[in-house]
C-alpha cells in the first residue's frame, strides 16, 4: 500500500491562516463594489496585519503569513514575538489585531480583559525537558508534570 506522506506544516499553516487571518481581514477588503457577476474574480485584499505574541508559534505564524501573502499580496502582514503575555495584553489593547499565546488568555490577564477575548486554538505546543547527564547519574530518572510545574516555577529549586 503506498500512502502520501501528510504534511502537518503546511495543514496547520492554512488552518491558521483561515481561522486567524481572515477574520482579522474583514476591514481590509476593497473599497470598490461588486454587483457579484464574476464568480471567477479573486477578491482583492488589501491593508495591514499586525500579529504579536508566542515565540513558539512564530514559525508557524510565519508561514501562515507567507501562503496568505502568496493569495493576497496587497496585505501588509507583520509579526512580533515577545511571549505569550505581550500578545494576550497587546490583542486586549487593541495594539495589533491578533494576539498569538500557547496559554488561554485567563492565565496572564484579568477575568475582565480575558472574557472580553475570543480564544482560537490552532494547535498545541509541546516542549520537552533535557537535562544533561549529571542530573541522572545523580538518581532522578523520571519527573512528573507536578515535579517540572514547580521546578519551573521556582517551587523546587534543589533538584
Given at each position: 500500500?503506498i500512502m ?7 495543514s496547520?499553516?492554512?488552518?491558521l491562516?483561515?481561522?486567524?487571518m481572515?477574520?482579522a481581514?474583514?476591514?481590509c477588503?476593497?473599497s470598490?463594489?461588486d ?7 479573486a477578491?482583492?485584499l488589501?491593508?495591514?496585519?499586525t500579529?504579536a505574541?508566542?515565540s ?13 501573502n502568496e493569495?493576497?499580496?496587497d ?23 491578533i494576539g498569538?499565546s500557547?496559554v488561554?488568555a ?9 472574557s472580553?477575548?475570543?480564544d482560537h486554538k490552532?494547535?498545541v ?6 537535562v ?27 533538584w
Amino acid at each position: 500500500m503506498i500512502m502520501r506522506k501528510f504534511n502537518w506544516k503546511k495543514s496547520v499553516a492554512i488552518a491558521l491562516s483561515t481561522v486567524c487571518m481572515v477574520g482579522a481581514l474583514v476591514g481590509c477588503g476593497s473599497s470598490s463594489s461588486d454587483n457579484g457577476n464574476d464568480s471567477t474574480k479573486a477578491e482583492k485584499l488589501s491593508g495591514s496585519i499586525t500579529a504579536a505574541g508566542s515565540s513558539a508559534l512564530k514559525p508557524l505564524v510565519d508561514d501562515a503569513a507567507d501562503l496568505f501573502n502568496e493569495k493576497y499580496p496587497d496585505v501588509n502582514i507583520t509579526i512580533d514575538a515577545g511571549g505569550s503575555g505581550e500578545g494576550l495584553k497587546q490583542v486586549s489593547e487593541g495594539t495589533v489585531n491578533i494576539g498569538n499565546s500557547d496559554v488561554e488568555a485567563a492565565e496572564k490577564l484579568d477575568a475582565t480583559k480575558a472574557s472580553a477575548l475570543v480564544d482560537h486554538k490552532v494547535c498545541v505546543v509541546t516542549m520537552a525537558p533535557i537535562v544533561n547527564k549529571d542530573v541522572t547519574a545523580s538518581g532522578v530518572k523520571n519527573l512528573t508534570k507536578a515535579q517540572l510545574t514547580d521546578i519551573f516555577t521556582g517551587k523546587i529549586t534543589n533538584w
